[in-house]
């Protein structure tokens, strides 16, 4: 039987080899196919809002706030052709609203193991830069409970938190005026490669009506060009075009994502209109190396986890202003910066609880179908 198949992959049911040998021990494999059909944005971003507010509350206060503790996570260099990262994390007390209700609390003890090696866009055919797997444990006996494809759910809780992140920290989101009609806003998708293309599914999907016109730009036309197909197809309505540089991609947009592996400023502060957000995804030789620094420098800057920041965003650590979680748990107000452009700035990074939360939310849908 191809493994691929099954619902339950049972490791080993042998007792002689004092491996896992039950029913309850059975391991559940959930496959990428699996996992794709079982992703929509109400669920993701819901889940992602609980996971960020776990992240920003590391201890725990009370038998029912939602907590998490991780480590910082580990990266093994192989060579200079790409990188193994392990993601470990634990969530407690958090909900998954859409998808269980908002009296069902749930822990989560996970493991994330995601390559990222630039070089297999390149190959034919063309694989996803960045492959994943999720460990979910049990989390009261911290056996192995689930094997998660974590490919599909790295694209998309990316861009769910993304979502998050403009929906907290993009000021000029109610866009109503005075008439009552929706102020059309202009979105720039900067690096049209997996992350650009999800990001406007999720930002076209989540935020209806919102967006009239959306500029792509990629370094290589051919990726910029496919998306703008996509994107056609699915929202008729909106102006799709493909600009001549990043430069002119982000001029006079509302929100702007950039999703490269550029390691130059893709963009600086004068080119960006007032009061833009700004998520910022991809990395360079370092995390924050898609945007000019004199951006991080006058603009309102939110991180996922402080965590992270020690680790991978010294540079901008000084600039940062706070977690999204703090935000959305309402423990800290938006920072406003005094006679500037009114810039705000997600620099996301990717965090393990977001991983382990995402996973969870799966599981819970794959177990009940
Ligand atoms: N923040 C997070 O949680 C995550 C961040 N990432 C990062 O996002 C970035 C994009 O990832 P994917 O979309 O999966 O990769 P991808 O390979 O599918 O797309 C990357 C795009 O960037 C463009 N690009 C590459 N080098 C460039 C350069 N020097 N200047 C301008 N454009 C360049 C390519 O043309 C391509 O379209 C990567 O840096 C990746 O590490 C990926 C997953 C999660
Ligand atoms: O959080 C993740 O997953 C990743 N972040 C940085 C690039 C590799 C994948």
Redesign the pocket.
């Known amino acids: 039987m191809n493994i691929q198949d099954q619902k339950h992959l049972n490791l080993q049911s042998d007792k002689s080899t004092g491996s896992l040998s039950n029913q309850d021990d059975d391991v559940t494999f959930i496959k990428e196919s699996s996992v794709k059909n079982l992703l929509n944005w109400t669920d993701c971003v819901d889940a992602m809002e609980s996971a960020l507010v776990a992240i920003s509350n590391t201890s725990q206060k009370s038998d029912s706030e939602p907590f998490s503790s991780q480590t910082p996570r580990t990266f093994t260099f192989a060579g200079n052709k790409g990188v193994l990262l392990t993601m470990p994390g634990y969530a407690s007390n958090y909900t998954l609203n859409s998808v269980t209700g908002s009296d069902k609390k749930h822990s989560t003890l996970s493991c994330k193991l995601?390559t990222?090696f630039?070089g297999?866009?390149q190959l034919n055919p063309a694989i996803?830069?960045?492959l994943g797997t999720i460990l979910l444990f049990n989390s009261d006996t911290g056996k192995l409970k689930a094997i998660v494809d974590g490919t599909e759910i790295?694209?998309w809780?990316?861009a769910a938190?993304s979502v998050v992140a403009t929906k907290y920290l993009y000021c000029d989101m109610n866009l109503k005026n005075l008439d009552g009609n929706i102020v059309g806003k202009e979105l720039a998708i900067?690096?049209?490669?997996?992350?650009?293309?999800?990001h406007a599914l999720a930002m076209l999907n989540y935020f209806p009506n919102v967006f009239i016109k959306v500029k792509l730009w990629?370094?290589?036309l051919n990726?910029?060009e496919k998306l703008k197909k996509e994107l056609n197809a699915l929202f008729p309505e909106i102006i799709i075009v493909i600009a001549d540089s990043?430069i002119l991609c982000v001029a006079g947009a509302d929100c702007v994502v950039t999703?490269?592996?550029?390691?130059?400023p893709?963009f600086e502060l004068k080119d960006l209109k007032e009061n833009v957000h700004i998520n910022?995804?991809?990395?360079?030789t370092n995390?924050h190396s898609?945007l000019a620094m004199d951006i991080y420098q006058s603009s309102s800057v939110y991180i996922?986890s402080y965590i992270g920041l020690e680790t991978e965003l010294k540079g901008i650590k000084e600039y940062v202003n706070g977690e999204v979680g703090e935000i959305v748990a309402g423990k800290k107000f938006l920072h406003k910066i005094e006679n500037s452009k009114n810039v705000t700035v997600f620099q996301?990074?990717?965090?393990a609880i977001?991983d382990g939360v995402m996973a969870n939310m799966i599981y819970q849908k794959f177990m009940k179908n």
């Not at 999703?259 to 130059?264: I, K």
């Not at 996301?348 to 965090?351: D, Q, R, T």
């Open positions: 995601v990222s630039s297999n866009s996803p830069g960045i790295t694209a809780r990316t938190v900067v690096g049209c490669g997996t992350q650009g293309r999800i990629n370094r290589s990726r910029a990043s999703a490269t592996n550029s390691s130059q893709l910022a995804i991809g990395a360079g995390h898609e996922e996301s990074m990717g965090n977001e």
